[in-house]
């Protein structure tokens, strides 16, 4: 069992910035394929960004050049660095873990273990 807690979100403005975290436990943290979802009201869950163990990344096109993610295996943590925050990015974000690859993905199903989700609302 992994369990995984997100932090970080809040009200900013528009243009402002935000950083999320996502503390995840289990001793071989580092090998984990971390992703970061979210989802608005009345819309489907969608892939932000992931990153592999060795730091390869991969982002949604909507946030590329604005987000960045990364992590710290000493401290079993992965990062959302929000810059440039617009309206649309309003949502409830969600950390995911993937346990059975090291591999990137952007599939919500090929997560094995998720958070609560951290609010983040960007007011225009």
């Known amino acids: 069992q992994v369990h995984v807690v997100e932090s970080g979100g809040g009200l900013v403005q528009a243009g402002g910035s935000l950083r999320l975290f996502c503390a995840a436990s289990?001793?071989?943290?580092?090998?984990?394929?971390m992703g970061w979802f979210r989802q608005a009201p009345g819309k489907e869950r969608e892939f932000v960004a992931a990153i592999t163990w060795s730091g390869n990344t991969d982002y949604a096109t909507s946030v590329k050049g604005r987000f960045t993610i990364s992590r710290d295996n000493a401290k079993n943590t992965v990062y959302l660095q929000m810059n440039s925050l617009k309206p649309e990015d309003t949502a409830v974000y969600y950390c995911a873990a993937r346990i059975g690859s090291r591999w990137l993905s952007s599939r919500p199903n090929e997560y094995d273990y998720w958070g609560q989700g951290t609010q983040v609302t960007v007011s225009s």
């Open positions: 289990g001793r071989t943290f580092s090998t984990y394929t």
